[in-house]
């Protein structure tokens, strides 16, 4: 594991605090699944599937992300 020190601003810190709260998990935890929807979203785009949406239809999904929240 490393440490990393962030410096963020009043309203994203808000914010954050209230996805971790909303989703019943830890603000770090919060950060972590951001970056894996980033990472997905990369590894979706090396296959050309450049688009991120959200959709009523799963049927019509060629990617789906799960346990974000």
């Known amino acids: 594991m490393r440490r990393l020190d962030l410096l963020i601003s009043a309203d994203l810190d808000q914010e954050l605090t209230a996805i971790a709260e909303g989703a ?3 603000r770090h935890d919060v950060l972590r699944r951001g ?3 980033l990472k997905a979203a990369r590894i979706a785009r090396a296959r ?3 688009h991120i949406g959200f959709t009523t ?3 019509r999904l060629d990617l789906e992300l ?3 929240l």
Do not use: F, H, Q, R
Request: hydrophobic share 55%; glycine share 14%.
């Open 66 to 68: 799960l346990n974000v």
């Open 57 to 59: 239809d799963p049927a």
């Open 35 to 37: 970056l894996a929807v």
């Open 48 to 50: 050309g599937l450049p």
């Open 24 to 26: 019943g998990i830890c």
